[in-house]
């Protein structure tokens, strides 16, 4: 048996057309997603593994995606460190005990990984139930990102308060961001032992560094990340973070994500077509009617070429999407013939 | 007597030191501002002449800056073409009646730009107060960016709706960028007229295009803009869309405004040397120690050089900044002396 496209993808090899994912893409614009959340509050469904697996195969069986991706959070590192974070339904999350001193990142559990086993066995329940039909996708928060939630308390325009502490006291950032780090690492492996076939890094707020911050609390931590997950390949997901490609596609990851926002043959230029990328649609474009959608989808694949390349969004798939529209985008990467 | 650095800096004349303004300068974070804002609501502010003529004065008088910016709003535009516009100190703005179809666009106002009058008068009122000190800067949205308000309604992480509105019915959003084009350039030659010696253009949601949409529906328009714009140089400030650099380099715009994550060498290698920058501090680093700004701030000025550069922040200043670490950015900016 071939091995799945993502891996193929992954690994570089010629491909006629790219595998298809998208992120978020167990969630709300599902109607079976949203009967289980007006059963289940947000932690329910994440900590219960049937849960968990239930969901994260709702978009392979009714959209066709060529990859599962689990359903968690990245906020369960936080938790697993000790730290409460609650969540109200479409409110975004709550950290109510931010990190403010020595005496807070003292106070941090970095070995107890397996209070996260609930993902763990969420990863075996749902590679089970898959069977072989596609590969399955770990992930976690980068430190950066879960630095900005622990430190602001919640999310944010401008992530001030989360600046101002790296500004204005760095040795304690950088203690705090090692710390997340040797969690993360741990808990990527042990996604890795559990079933996960590859693994995504979502760096959602680097794209509010600039590009020498970023360089100082953001790229280390996500090469100690590369180097660390021995087990599967690593995809980073740097949003927003385009002048940072260059100095990533030679970190050792599998794959780099893109949001929406870079022209396709400038990230190719930017990562000297060494690299697999993944994204990078407009997320906001699978309201436009589905001749539209599956026009520009092949014309992004055209940009990209089919190999070294995973069709994707440039950022989570919105509530408000179409099952339909959805679907059409899926299918037009199924559908996808090469040029001449 | 010579002219103003801020002219000179737009001229490309040779420069010991930058001129330094802040975008917001005026605003939430100056205790004088915060006493007027607890007397008058925010549309009577912008629109008594002599509130906003005091507002404006603030900055120059306690801060230092080069440059006094008009206290007004760009939902001004919205209002001179029929479209009610409501603000709850804090909130954000609310447009109750969103565009939607072609009977709204055709009901829009494009020749009443005269009761937009309050803005001239203050500008006349505020130029006669300057006396000369510094120069002072007009403004408006970019039109897509007021698009994406006259659309949504309010403001949004993605605009979704805005962009929905332009990806089914493209014929219709350009015939409504269009309009807002054709007052937005009314209103700039006459707040010129008015006493304004530079006019910017505020595209704060360019960044949430590809760059292939920002070339159908943001681009065409600022390069009208500048075309039709005649009497006071412009300064384009496309926050978030540093793929436009190059192309916005020969657009005839005497400058381009840069948000934080561009660096500056990259900044000036996209737009081949060629005209004067703005920007581009992080304002969240104004929340760092006095002598770390201080510090960056000079590694700024080296990083752009003092000639074709204005300091300014990457975005607009934050309430919770202090008014000495303002004071701090201004200052150093000031005292640069150059590398040799």
Redesign the interface.
Known sequence: MQEHLLLRALKGETLDRPPVWMMRQAGRYLPDYMKLRAQYDFFTRVQTPELACEITLQPVDQVGVDAAIIFSDILVIPQAMGVEVLLEEGKGPLLPNTIKDQKDIDALITDEVERLSYVFDALTLTKKELNGRVPLIGFAGAPWTILCYMVEGKGSK???KA??FC??QPALAHSLLQKITDVTIQYLNRQADAGADVVQIFDSWS?M?????FKLFAEPYLLQIVKGVTKVPVILFPK????ALESLSTSGAAGLGLD????PA?ARKFTNNSITLQGNF????L???IP?IKKAVTEMIDAFGATRYIANL?HGI?P?IPVDHAKAFVEAVKEYQPKN
Chains 1, 2 share one sequence.
């Open positions: 401008s992530f001030d600046k101002q500004f204005s794209g560094l600039s590009p020498a911050d927003g973070s385009w002048y929406w926002c870079v022209d400038l407009d997320p906001c474009k309201l436009a009617p539209e440039g919105l408000n």
